[in-house]
C-alpha cells in the first residue's frame, strides 16, 4: 500500500511533468516554425571566412571577397565561430552544422529563460508563460549566424554578474571568460558589456560600495580587449548602425511594426510587475532593463537581450496575480483552457512540421540560383546586399562581389543602393567603376536604364535579374 508520503511525491510530480512537457511542446512548435523560414543570408559568407582560416592559418586584416573594397582594411569579429566551421568542415559539412548549432542553442537560450524565471521566484506555470512569450517573439531572430550564440552568451551574463558583483569569485571567473569567449565570437559582446556597466551601477548605488563593482566592470572591459583587433572591436558596432537604411536589424523600433509594439507592451509589463513586487527599488535590476530599451529603441536587433531581461520580471507578475480575485474565478476553467491551449500547440506544432520540410533550403524565392550560376568567371558584378554572401558561397574566388553581409565601408553601401534603385548618376558610376554584370530584383530602376544601352538579359528569375555590358566575354 502506498504512503501518505509517496502520494504526496507523486502529486508533487504531475505539474512538474506537465508545465514541463507544455514548454517542451511549445518550444518545439516555435523551433518549427523558425525552420520554415530560408538559410539565413549572411551564413554562406561565414562559411567561406571560416573555410578561409581553416585554410591559410591566419585571419584576414583585409577584404578578400569584394572588388568595391579589394584591399581594404577588414576586421572579421566572429573570426573564432567562423574558423570552427572551416576547422570540423570535412567531419560536419557546414550548413548542417550551423542549422544543429541554431536551434540548440536557440532551445538553450528559452532554457536559460524559464530558469532565470524559476530563480527569481517565480512559479512554474509563470515561468513558462513568460518564456513562450519569449521563444514566440525570438523566431524571426532565429539564424544562422553567430548573434544566435551571442543570445546565449548574454543570458550566461545576466546570470553571473549579479554574483560576481556580491563577491563570488567563481561567477566572477566566468564572465570574464564569458567576455574573453564572446569579444571573439560576435562583436555584440558590447551589450553584454552594457549589462554588466548598468548592474554595477545599480549595486554600487543600492550597496553603497564602489570598489569592487568598478573592479568587476573594469575587468570585463579588459577581458572584452582580447581578442585580434584590441579597442577596436568595441567601435565595429558604431560603424554598421550607419547602414540602417539598409540592414533591417539596425532600424529604429517602429509603431508600425506589430512585433515591435508587442516587446514595447511586454517591457511596460515587466516595469509594472516591478512596481507591483517592489523590485523595482533595486537599481540593479531596473537600470539594464532601462538600458535595454533604450538599445532596442534605437536599433530592433537587441530585442532578443531586452527580452531575457525582462522575461523574469513577467513571470513574478504573473505570479503575483495569483491569489487575486480574477485569478480564483478562474479555476474551474482551467483544465479546460489547459487542454485547448495543448490542442492548439499539438496542431501548430503539425502544421509547422509540414512546413518546416526541408529545414532551412535555399530556395529561388529568395535567392536567384539560375542567375548566379550564369555569371561569367571574372566579371565585375554590382549585385544586391542580400544575395552577396550566397555569391560568395557559390562562386568566390572566380566571382567577386560588390557588396554582402559583411557591410565594408558604409559609404560605398549607400551609393550602390542608389545606383541599383536607378538614381541620377547610376550610369556614371557602373561606367566609373567598369561594371561589367548586374544581378538585381526585377523591380530595380537600373534594369530599364542598362537594357536602353544594350546590355544583354541572361536570366530572369523572381528573385534577380543578370545582365551583362555589350561585348564583354567571359566565361562559365
Not at 572579421?76 to 559539412?93: C, I, Q, R, V
Not at 563577491?167 to 549589462?195: C, E, K, P, Q, Y
Request: with cysteine; proline share 5%; charged share 15%.
Amino acid at each position: 500500500m502506498t504512503s501518505t508520503q509517496e502520494r504526496r511525491d507523486a502529486a508533487s510530480l504531475r505539474p512538474v511533468r506537465g508545465h514541463l512537457a507544455a514548454l517542451t511542446a511549445w518550444s518545439l512548435c516555435c523551433a518549427l516554425i523558425a525552420a520554415s523560414r530560408p538559410f539565413d543570408t549572411d551564413a554562406w559568407w561565414h562559411i567561406r571566412v571560416g573555410s578561409w582560416i581553416a585554410q591559410h592559418r591566419e585571419i584576414p586584416s583585409t577584404d578578400i571577397f569584394s572588388w568595391t573594397s579589394r584591399s581594404a582594411e577588414w576586421r572579421p569579429s566572429s573570426w573564432l565561430f567562423d574558423w570552427f566551421l572551416g576547422a570540423t568542415h570535412d567531419a560536419l559539412p557546414s550548413r548542417p552544422l550551423l542549422i544543429g548549432i541554431t536551434f540548440i542553442t536557440f532551445a538553450a537560450v528559452a532554457w536559460s529563460v524559464y530558469r532565470a524565471s524559476r530563480r527569481a521566484g517565480a512559479g512554474p506555470w509563470a515561468s513558462v508563460g513568460a518564456t513562450a512569450a519569449f521563444e514566440f517573439l525570438m523566431i524571426p531572430y532565429v539564424a544562422e549566424r553567430p548573434q544566435m550564440l551571442s543570445f546565449l552568451l548574454f543570458a550566461l551574463v545576466f546570470a553571473l554578474v549579479s554574483r560576481a558583483l556580491r563577491g563570488d569569485r567563481l561567477a566572477f571567473l566566468g564572465l570574464l571568460a564569458v567576455f574573453i569567449l564572446w569579444a571573439n565570437i560576435h562583436l555584440s559582446f558590447t551589450i553584454g558589456m552594457a549589462l554588466v556597466a548598468a548592474t554595477a551601477l545599480g549595486y554600487a548605488i543600492d550597496a553603497r560600495k564602489f570598489l569592487w563593482p568598478s573592479a568587476v566592470l573594469g575587468a570585463s572591459i579588459l577581458a572584452g580587449l582580447l581578442n585580434p583587433f584590441g579597442v577596436n572591436a568595441y567601435s565595429a558596432t558604431t560603424d554598421l548602425s550607419a547602414l540602417s537604411r539598409v540592414l533591417d536589424e539596425w532600424q529604429h523600433a517602429s509603431i508600425h511594426e506589430v512585433r515591435d509594439v508587442l516587446i514595447v507592451l511586454l517591457a511596460a509589463a515587466a516595469l509594472a510587475s516591478m512596481i507591483r513586487t517592489r523590485r523595482w527599488r533595486r537599481l540593479e535590476l531596473l537600470l539594464p532593463i532601462l538600458a535595454l530599451c533604450a538599445f532596442f529603441l534605437y536599433a530592433i536587433r537587441n530585442a532578443p537581450d531586452l527580452l531575457i531581461l525582462i522575461a523574469p520580471e513577467i513571470a513574478l507578475g504573473l505570479w503575483s496575480l495569483r491569489s487575486t480575485r480574477l485569478a480564483r474565478s478562474l479555476v474551474p476553467y482551467v483544465k479546460p483552457i489547459r487542454d485547448g491551449v495543448f490542442l492548439g500547440v499539438l496542431a501548430l506544432t503539425l502544421i509547422s512540421a509540414t512546413n518546416a520540410i526541408p529545414p532551412r533550403a535555399a530556395t529561388s524565392e529568395q535567392y536567384p540560383i539560375k542567375g548566379v550560376a550564369a555569371i561569367p568567371s571574372k566579371c565585375r558584378l554590382l549585385n544586391e546586399y542580400s544575395d552577396g554572401g550566397y555569391i560568395i558561397y557559390e562562386r568566390w574566388p572566380e566571382v567577386e562581389v560588390s557588396e554582402d553581409g559583411r557591410s565594408i565601408g558604409a559609404r560605398s553601401v549607400l551609393k550602390q543602393q542608389s545606383v541599383i534603385s536607378g538614381e541620377p548618376g547610376a550610369l556614371k558610376w557602373i561606367d566609373s567603376n567598369d561594371v561589367q554584370c548586374v544581378l538585381v530584383r526585377p523591380d530595380r530602376g537600373i534594369i530599364k536604364l542598362l537594357e536602353a544601352r544594350n546590355w544583354t538579359r541572361v536570366s530572369s528569375e523572381s528573385s534577380g535579374v543578370l545582365l551583362i555590358r555589350p561585348g564583354f566575354v567571359g566565361s562559365n
